[in-house]
């Protein structure tokens, strides 16, 4: 039981780096159509970044952890929102109008890049960092050694993820921003003829999905404490089970999809096999694109004949 | 003469701002992950400096996308100058074809002659090989194969380079059927191969059977593998089925990995028995090859062997392919790419026409998979990662989806690019990602892009690009 | 059910989410006839070709096919593709769904995949190119010749049907649904986008399918010059239901029709009829 829980708390907190990283899929799909393929490294990439932003803010002096871990947030999602930015604008905007597979194609040959890029510029070595947020509550106390433990990280990440989703509905919801990329979502070359600037709505989506993953890849730093080139492969992927779980295109999906996720993994792992903790995952993703491939939150597709 | 002089300042200033901005974003990008290195040679990471490569990275994409502006405001006169010139080489190549090629040719023979170790002599050959099929020579290219051996034979090396080529070009085949001619984006591919290398490397411990009844055994396995996986997933959409295809791979790379009983996990299977001259060994001993017919016992000799057997097995793939694009199920294959609710309107099962792809392409990379097991002697589930799918993926998307002798070409220069530039460990990786991108901007439909007609009723006409479809979904 | 009949729907119904696209709907196409399904736009025409053709299951009603030595078949449950290789009901498409990178020959070979999937023994005689084969792929491409040369496209067979003309993509649309040897056959608004001497050529060509061949035509048609020139029957259909029925005399001075095109209630025609004294 205190097991059962004790993994509960665990999954919910790898969850919601899924679905943190699902939202960008997601978004991406929903407005123009494409898995993009190479978000996955972004999110490594994102992680690399507040590593390195945290090692040079210690060492020109910042040391109080609330205060870097801030201001690392701002670097790295600042940072990596760039490179969302570029890669749509290097790989995928040239292709907008070419045969459907193109910018699928086009998005391996960027997470190939990605990944070797960062191998090229950072080594290939793992690197690890020493545990910064510190400290576990105990919330559930069966006696005899039996204990239900959150730690601080884990209510960190969740209160995070949290907070963020809040932020980014209310902003699809609320905002002109958010309006244009419903709009686009509809009917990109309606929106276009309306008024709206889609090639600004879309690097827009790559911006904010980007960041996402960035908050993501700095909160599996703090988690995990480990980190190399290689993340964001399986992450993504992942991810993107997540994202399709939840039902393509949307939001709360994907944030569920991202939550249930890392559940499954967390309890396969738990009570299965931990080697075998991928093959769980990527089983569900072809499952449910077989049998449920509008996913849980997803619409219908009618096929147009 | 003012007026021009303004516009040409203007350009300059244009692309002066256009230069700005790049820098600018190149400086967000590489300040962190190239301004510093996160080093951890003391024991703690530590942030180092590297004011100069964060300087270079910068500076060349300033001058970079400076002169890409340069030359993309003046685009209309450069194209047309560059145009003329392609077109009267062209021509004036394309009437003295012959006397290029053997020129070409017994340049290349010179070479080898003067200095057998100098690697500008493979770029000849490619030049060489190029050339030939530019030309429309395909049987010069068949040519040079069969010969290889005999220009080669002091330099096994090139050999073992040629034998990886060739290797690529079957793989290339193989999924040029499921992709090229039937429009289903699998990047999942090297599982199949990674099932045809098991199943060849355990058969042939377990039972010490010859290569010639492991080998059909081992496609059969990938084959039958193919209709495992794509009986539930073929009706899933182009990019759906692309990354159910990766999850499936990935799932056979970590059972690979994890079944110890099996595959022996990470450390591999090693002393896989080796191909034989059709039962008779390779060996220095009295029954080995060399004795028996009489040569002095040369290493080389296994080496040839397996230049021409995988030259013979990416042959019988080709073959294969030509055959089966002329019958219905090929042409099922094309018309699937084309447009799937047609073919359902004519009465063809789509499931089991994409399952014949999946399968006779899964069979030909099983086949490769045997190949690679025996010539390696080695294999462990690090030969069969993602990476290796992108890269069979490439060479078909960039030698022109269905296109035979595109992918060949596209086969060869990656593989051998990629073997020159083997120092440049990741970044040639890098350089190998982008050209992906720019083949998917600047020729999305490959090098060969034309179709050849299965069946005429006058004259053979080739179809050119802007008709054919590349797969739905 | 009538045996001369080749089609029979029976309250056929077919729903998405909250939409009624077609509402028991009934009617039956007789054999050799050339039936019009005819609607204003939105009325259900082509949903119910596809509830035919199988690219839709209906949500309920029974669709049957009565073939010439007697078996019937129920389409209702049949997957698309099951019903163009069993039951031979073949069609095309209002946007036409050729293959364009395909020459027009390898698209009418292409039809005739099951004769040649069977002759080729499941591509294993084929492969080695047994005589059997070859004279089973001699065969097809005469009665794709045939059908090129009814259609006018013999000139143009080893061109890629992308590259063809609007109206000669029509026409080798039909001609490819022929080449599957059909007993019925749906035609989804073959005259679209023709001008007047291309439909009328359209007429001449059905009108010659309906004389020469076993297939029975089911049409959707806007152009009330081929509508009436040359069905036998006409069904009208609006909202999704089935409005009037009969021979196109009766269907061109139904009030009921007049009123759903011209989208006047029916009390407003038959006034109007009085006044001018129809």
């Known amino acids: 039981m205190e097991y059962f829980l004790q993994q509960l708390i665990n999954g919910l907190a790898l969850g919601s780096i899924y679905g943190l990283v699902a939202i960008g899929y997601t978004m991406v799909y929903g407005i123009i159509g494409m898995i993009n393929f190479a978000h996955g490294d972004i999110f490594m990439v994102g992680a690399f970044i507040a590593l390195l932003a945290f090692l040079i803010l210690v060492a020109i002096g910042v040391t109080a952890i609330p205060l870097a871990l801030f201001l690392v947030l701002l ?26 597979l193109a910018p699928l194609i086009s998005a391996i040959g960027m997470s190939i890049v990605l990944q070797n890029y960062v191998q090229l510029a950072q080594g290939a070595r793992v690197k690890t960092l020493p545990p910064l947020v510190t400290g576990v509550h105990t919330i559930l106390d069966l006696g005899n050694r039996l204990v239900v433990q959150i730690s601080n990280i884990q209510i960190l990440i969740i209160a995070t993820t949290f907070a963020l989703m809040t932020g980014f509905s209310w902003l699809v919801a609320s905002t ?130 | 003469m003012s007026a021009s002089s303004a516009g040409k300042s203007s350009v300059v200033m244009h692309a002066l701002k256009d230069a700005l901005i790049a820098g600018i974003v190149a400086f967000g990008l590489f300040v962190l992950l190239l301004g510093f290195l996160a080093d951890d040679t003391l024991g703690k990471l530590r942030p180092l400096p590297r004011p100069v490569l964060l300087a270079a990275a910068v500076g060349i994409v300033f001058v970079g996308r400076f002169l890409i502006s340069l030359i993309y405001y003046n685009a209309a006169a450069l194209r047309v100058l560059l145009g003329e010139l392609f077109v009267a080489a062209f021509a004036l190549a394309k009437r003295f074809r012959f006397v290029l090629l053997a020129l070409m040719i017994v340049l290349a023979f010179v070479w080898i002659y003067r200095v057998p170790d100098d690697w500008p002599l493979v770029a000849t050959i490619i030049i060489t090989i190029l050339f030939a099929v530019w030309l429309g020579l395909t049987p010069a290219l068949l040519a040079l194969a069969v010969l290889f051996p005999v220009a080669f034979y002091s330099n096994p090396y090139y050999l073992g380079i040629a034998i990886i080529i060739l290797t690529y070009v079957m793989l290339g085949w193989g999924l040029n059927i499921v992709v090229g001619l039937a429009g289903l984006l699998d990047l999942g591919y090297v599982a199949f191969y990674a099932v045809g290398a098991y199943s060849y490397a355990i058969i042939a411990q377990a039972y010490g059977w010859s290569f010639w009844v492991c080998l059909p055994l081992a496609g059969l396995f990938a084959a039958f593998f193919g209709v495992l996986l794509g009986f539930p997933v073929l009706r899933l959409r182009g990019d759906y089925l692309a990354i159910v295809t990766l999850a499936f791979g990935e799932i056979v790379r970590i059972v690979l990995l994890n079944w110890i009983s099996l595959t022996n996990g990470p450390n591999g299977i090693g002393s896989i028995p080796r191909a034989s001259f059709f039962g008779i060994p390779f060996t220095a001993d009295d029954d080995g090859f060399a004795a028996r017919f009489g040569f002095e016992f040369d290493p080389t000799h296994r080496t040839v062997f397996l230049f021409y057997l995988i030259l013979a097995l990416a042959l019988i793939t080709n073959w294969v392919t030509i055959r089966l694009r002329k019958l219905p199920v090929g042409r099922a294959w094309e018309a699937l790419r084309e447009d799937e609710i047609a073919v359902r309107s004519l009465g063809i099962n789509p499931t089991n026409t994409k399952l014949t792809a999946f399968a006779i392409g899964a069979m030909f990379g099983g086949f490769a998979g045997a190949f690679f097991a025996t010539r390696q002697g080695f294999i462990s589930p690090d030969s069969f990662t993602f990476p290796e799918s992108a890269l069979i993926l490439a060479i078909v998307v960039l030698g022109g989806m269905g296109s035979q002798i595109g992918v060949a070409i596209a086969a060869i220069v990656m593989t051998a690019s990629f073997e020159l530039f083997r120092e440049f460990e990741q970044f040639r990786l890098v350089i190998f990602g982008f050209a992906m991108v720019g083949i998917m901007i600047w020729r999305p439909r490959g090098l060969i892009s034309s179709r050849e007609p299965s069946v005429y009723l006058k004259e053979r006409k080739t179809i050119s690009a802007e008709h054919v479809a590349e797969g739905h979904g | 059910m009538a045996r001369d009949a080749i089609l029979a729907l029976n309250g056929l119904t077919m729903q998405f989410g909250g939409l009624l696209a077609v509402d028991d709907l009934s009617f039956e196409a007789k054999r050799g006839d050339i039936t019009a399904l005819i609607g204003p736009n939105g009325a259900g025409k082509t949903t119910v070709f596809n509830c035919i053709t199988g690219f839709y ?143 009328d050529e359209l007429n001449v060509l059905l009108r010659a399918i309906q004389k020469e061949s076993d297939a029975s035509i089911l049409l959707i048609e806007h152009d009330m010059n081929v509508v009436m020139e040359i069905s036998n029957h006409i069904v009208v259909l609006d909202h999704g239901k089935k409005i009037s029925e009969g021979a196109p005399e009766f269907i061109r001075n139904d009030p009921k029709v007049i009123a759903a095109y011209l989208g006047v209630e029916e009390d407003a025609v038959d006034a109007a009829e009085a006044e001018v004294g129809a």
């Not at chain 1, 999602?77 to 040239?94: K, Q």
């Not at chain 3, 593709?81 to 395909?102: C, D, S």
């Not at chain 3, 009418?108 to 080729?120: C, G």
Request: overall charge positive.
């Open chain 1, 75 to 100: 670097i790295a999602m600042v940072l990596t929102s760039l490179y969302g930015w570029a890669v749509e604008r290097i790989a995928y905007r040239p292709l907008r109008g070419s045969f459907r």
């Open chain 1, 176 to 305: 002109s921003l958010g309006r244009d990329m419903r709009a686009c979502e509809q009917d990109l070359k309606m929106a276009a003829l309306l008024g709206v600037d889609t090639n600004k709505t879309i690097s827009l989506t790559f911006l904010i999905g980007a960041a996402l993953a960035s908050v993501a890849g700095i909160m599996y730093l703090l988690y995990y404490g480990v980190i190399d080139f290689h993340i964001g492969f399986v992450a993504g992927v992942k991810a993107f089970t997540a994202a399709v779980l939840g039902g393509i295109g949307s939001l709360p999906g994907a944030m569920l999809g991202g939550l249930l996720i890392g559940l499954i993994e967390t309890y396969w792992s738990a009570y299965f096999s931990v080697q075998y903790k991928d093959v769980a995952a990527f089983s569900i993703l072809i499952v449910v694109l077989i049998f449920m491939p509008t996913g849980i939150l997803g619409r219908p597709e009618v096929e147009k004949v």
């Open chain 3, 57 to 199: 299951e209906p949500t309920s009603g029974a669709i049957r096919v009565n073939h010439a030595d007697g078996k019937t078949f129920a389409l209702e449950k049949l997957p698309d593709f099951k019903i163009a290789k069993r039951v031979h009901v073949a069609r095309t498409f209002q946007n036409i769904r050729l293959f364009p990178g395909m020459t027009a020959l390898e698209n009418l070979m292409v039809a005739q995949h099951n004769v040649l999937m069977r002759a080729s023994g499941f591509t294993v005689f084929g492969l080695f190119g047994l005589p059997g084969y070859r004279r089973a792929e001699r065969e097809a491409v005469e009665l794709a010749r045939y059908w090129l040369e009814k259609t006018a496209l013999t000139d143009r067979a080893d061109d890629p049907a992308g590259s063809l003309p609007y109206g000669a993509q029509r026409r080798l649309e039909i001609a490819r649904a022929m080449c599957t040897k059909p007993v019925l056959l749906c035609l989804d608004e073959p005259a679209a986008g023709l001008n007047p001497r291309e439909s």
